[in-house]
């Protein structure tokens, strides 16, 4: 089964300095997706990146940028001049081909930015 | 555009009773998925539908049901609720394309006391 593990459950950064979270999976697919989604207190999620594994470039999106190592199965996002709006619980998900393309979640990591 | 909207926004039952959350998806998506997120943890796949038609579920049992209508809105049912039923039920919208993140509602947050 497709797992997505977090292994920091909170993270905290200074305002203007980066940040990295760190995302590992387990699959046995050749092809697929991966997302970063933000949650902030107003409890939507929201997109924030994807990777597509067939892709050897990273993806990056503006101040966010991800490190994809398909081989070792990581997917870590870095959050370059880190702003207080940063300030959110951050989901890594793997998009699955079965059961409909669900989306499987790792636990998040809580990121606080400090002033 | 519009974006996927959640009703209601906080619900509180009883146990044992029965409740019916709603989502309207974003304008051209046909593919409309459930989550269940327990506090302090991360969503939960409960079932995903597509052009009305159930075409995926995770591991949640048979009272969690759900609908999809022809305008690809959707309802979740959940019958003889229990305490740990209480969580924040996220709808989310998407084509049914791998290539496409889903869009979420900002979820129902449900009690059950």
Not at chain 2, 41 to 70: V, W
Request: hydrophobic fraction near 30%; charge should be neutral; glycine fraction near 6%.
């Amino acid at each position: 089964a497709q797992t997505v593990t977090q292994s920091q459950p909170e993270m905290s950064v200074q305002e203007a300095e980066t940040v990295t979270l760190s995302c590992t999976y387990d699959t046995s697919e050749s092809d697929y997706y991966l997302f970063w989604y933000k949650q902030p207190p107003s409890r939507q999620m929201i997109l924030v990146i994807r990777q597509e594994a067939y892709k050897q470039q990273n993806a990056t999106e503006n101040r966010f940028s991800v490190n994809f190592q398909k081989a070792a199965k990581s997917f870590s996002l870095k959050i370059s001049d880190s702003q207080l709006g940063d300030a959110a619980m951050y989901f890594c998900a793997y998009r699955m081909t079965e059961y409909g393309n669900k989306l499987v979640f790792g636990a998040g990591t809580i990121l606080r930015v400090k002033s | 555009e519009t974006g996927v909207t959640q009703s209601p926004t906080h619900l509180i039952k009883t146990r044992g009773q029965q409740v019916t959350l709603r989502c309207s998806s974003q304008s051209g998506h046909n593919t409309v998925s459930w989550y269940q997120q327990a506090l302090g943890q991360g969503p939960q796949f409960i079932f995903q539908y597509y052009r009305e038609e159930e075409n995926g579920r995770g591991n949640f049992p048979p009272r969690f049901s759900g609908l999809q209508f022809p305008n690809y809105s959707s309802e979740l049912n959940v019958n003889a609720l229990e305490l740990d039923d209480s969580a924040l039920y996220l709808c989310a919208s998407s084509l049914p394309r791998r290539e496409d993140g889903y869009t979420f509602g900002s979820g129902t947050r449900l009690t059950v006391v």
